[in-house]
Nanobody, 122 residues
Framework: QVQLVESGGGLVQAGGSLRLSCAAS????????RGWYRQAPGKQRELVAD???????NYADSVKGRFTISRDNAKNTVYLQMNSLKPEDTAVYYC????????????????WGQGTQVTVSS
């Protein structure tokens, strides 16, 4: 059973910083931890930042210059450093991974963490 262990969420004032981390554990199935999405109340889940395997790092326009995603390949862990946080960054942040599965196109399917709450007060 794959587990994505997310940490680092919390409450912070506008202008502050938080660092999220997501690590995969508990499975022999190949899993690649790739990035973060977020979902605010009443809104759809959206990309925050993503490092696809062999691909180019992507950032949402709204976080460029403020957030930095990084990856520790040895630990299969992704980090999201969030600086200059704004109230509009308030959301549940979800870690996303690619899980090997031959039944799916490209041999993999998305796998999500349970989410961690980030709240930015004004």
């Amino acid at each position: 059973q794959v587990q994505l262990v997310e940490s680092g969420g919390g409450l912070v004032q506008a202008g502050g910083s938080l660092r999220l981390s997501c690590a995969a554990s508990g499975s022999s199935v190949s899993v690649y931890v790739r990035g973060w999405y977020r979902q605010a109340p009443g809104k759809q889940r959206e990309l925050v930042a993503d490092i696809p395997s062999g691909g180019i790092t992507n950032y949402a326009d709204s976080v460029k210059g403020r957030f930095t995603i990084s990856r520790d390949n040895a630990k299969n862990t992704v980090y999201l450093q969030m600086n200059s946080l704004k109230p509009e960054d308030t959301a549940v942040y979800y870690c996303k991974a690619d899980l090997s599965d031959r039944r799916y196109l490209g041999g993999r399917r998305p796998y999500w963490g349970q989410g961690t709450q980030v709240t930015v007060s004004s």
